[in-house]
């Protein structure tokens, strides 16, 4: 099946830049647009919801006149994640705004619903979904998401376990629309790496942690560029979902990495409490989310930056030869 017309859209690189909790906010969603790739955020990290409606207005705006000054250079459509959660209280008020706004494409995560994906699609717009096993793939698709995303081991934030070659093989067995893998891609190569093992398009956040337009803590950037899969810490404790975080900040919260207590699942609130500034934030404000990909991070940078450097990366996996078995062969066309 073709991709939707949205992701058929000239990108500087098959990438769609992950929502990241506090993180991203419009100065991210802007820099991953205009550097050809699709950029998106957490609708919940605009606080007050009221807040909401002007990132909207904003992405939008910027986005336009930068194409407008820029013809010759893509300008990627943006995503919003909503968290289709019960506890979230904002869910619908937000929902709204992305249908007034017509936002192109939106990303639910921790639950598949019905009427959720009938108001993204009653103006054109296209729900892709989050997943971390085949299971949930089918009960998203069920309930009527374009596409998928492919959560697999390794990945920041909330993480499933499954290996990628796994979690794709088994989606691919039944659904051929629009894929999009995630989990430890912070580099070009894994970019195309992600495509061969079957999927349209890398999902990638904790790259962009380090970078300059990140809403993140100066330490926070310095523990990206310094870390490796080694520190990346998988646990239940701070959200009441699995999820992957830096060994460094869970230190320097004073608990033990090694020894942190399992949580209890239905602690699990995505509620706002408008009147209080960020009062579920503390989770990702003091213990840092990170994937196991921060490896292959090793300086701050701009996101345009980050994006040129991933693009060279990809190109030189495209042209670099491989052993298929009796010869050597590059994925690159023959130059003409
Ligand atoms: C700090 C942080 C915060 C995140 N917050 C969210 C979120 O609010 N909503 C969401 O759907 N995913 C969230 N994620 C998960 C990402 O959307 C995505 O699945 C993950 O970053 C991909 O793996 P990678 O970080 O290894 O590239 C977060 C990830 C990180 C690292």
């Not at 100065?27 to 909401?52: D, H």
């Not at 995303?149 to 376990?161: D, L």
Request: aromatic fraction near 6%.
């Amino acid at each position: 099946m073709a991709l939707p017309e949205i992701l058929r859209r000239p990108l500087s690189l098959p990438v769609v830049a992950s929502p990241m909790f506090i993180v991203s906010g419009p100065e991210m969603v802007v820099a991953q647009c205009t550097s050809g790739i699709v950029g998106s955020f957490p609708a919940l990290n605009a606080r007050p919801a009221s807040l909401l409606t002007d990132w909207l207005s904003q992405i939008t705006e910027q986005n336009a006149s930068f194409a407008a000054a820029n013809p010759d250079r893509p300008v990627a459509p943006f995503a919003v994640n909503q968290i289709v959660h019960r506890s979230n209280d904002r869910l619908e008020h937000d929902l709204q705004l992305c249908v007034d706004h017509q936002v192109p494409i939106v990303i639910t995560s921790l639950g598949a619903r019905e009427d959720v994906n009938e108001a993204v699609h009653s103006y054109g717009g296209i729900v892709l979904h989050d997943v971390i096993n085949d299971r949930f793939a089918h009960k998203a698709i069920e309930k009527g998401a374009d596409g998928l995303i492919a959560v697999a081991a390794g990945a920041g934030g909330h993480a499933g376990t499954q290996s990628p070659f796994a979690l794709v093989r088994e989606i691919r067995r039944w659904f051929d629309g629009p894929v999009l893998l995630s989990g430890a891609i912070a580099h070009g190569r894994s970019v195309l790496a992600a495509q061969v093992a079957g999927a349209d398009l890398a999902y990638v956040g904790s790259a962009f942690l380090s970078t300059h337009e990140a809403n993140a803590a100066e330490e926070y950037k310095d523990m990206i560029v310094s870390s490796s899969a080694a520190d990346i810490v998988y646990s239940n404790l701070f959200t009441g979902v699995h999820g992957n975080y830096l060994r460094g900040s869970i230190v320097a919260a004073g608990l033990d990495p090694d020894a942190l207590p399992e949580s209890d699942p239905t602690a699990m609130d995505f509620g706002t409490g408008d009147d209080d500034d960020q009062p579920k934030a503390k989770a990702w404000r003091d213990i840092w989310g990170s994937g196991q990909g921060v490896g292959a991070i090793d300086q701050r940078r701009s996101v345009a930056e980050l994006v040129t450097q991933l693009r060279a990366e990809y190109d030189e996996a495209l042209a670099a030869p491989i052993w298929d078995g009796h010869r050597e062969l590059s994925l690159a066309p023959a130059p003409a």
